[in-house]
């Protein structure tokens, strides 16, 4: 098993960033991808964006041009850095990781709330 730990949640203005962490723990040999998802109040959960094994990333469309995901695998990381927060990028922001070379599916944390004001 995988245990994902979110952090770095908060309440910030419109324009601003934030960084998201997510530390994994458990049997970290098996996870190949990690990466983020985000879901909004009444909506279905989005793909923010994860990084392979070889450290190859790839974004969601909400989250190209404005937000970066990086990984240490040394460390059992993967990092959120948004930049040019908006009122619609309000969500709670999940971590999640995968044993197969594919969008992360099979662990999640527990998810870390993200709130945007205007």
């Known amino acids: 098993q995988v245990q994902l730990v979110e952090s770095g949640g908060g309440l910030v203005q419109a324009g601003g960033s934030l960084r998201l962490a997510c530390v994994a723990s458990g049997s970290i040999g098996s996870i190949r991808t990690m990466g983020w998802y985000r879901q909004a109040p009444g909506k279905q959960r989005e793909l923010v964006g994860f990084?392979?094994?070889?450290?190859?990333?790839n974004y969601g469309d909400s989250a190209k041009g404005r937000f970066t995901i990086s990984r240490d695998h040394a460390e059992n990381t993967v990092d959120l850095q948004m930049n040019s927060l908006k009122p619609e990028d309000t969500a709670v922001y999940y971590c999640?990781?995968?044993?197969?070379?594919?969008?992360?599916?099979?662990?999640w944390g527990q998810g870390t709330q993200v709130t945007v004001s205007s």
């Open positions: 999640a990781a995968d044993w197969r070379e594919r969008v992360p599916v099979n662990y």
């Open positions: 990084v392979s094994s070889d450290g190859t990333t």
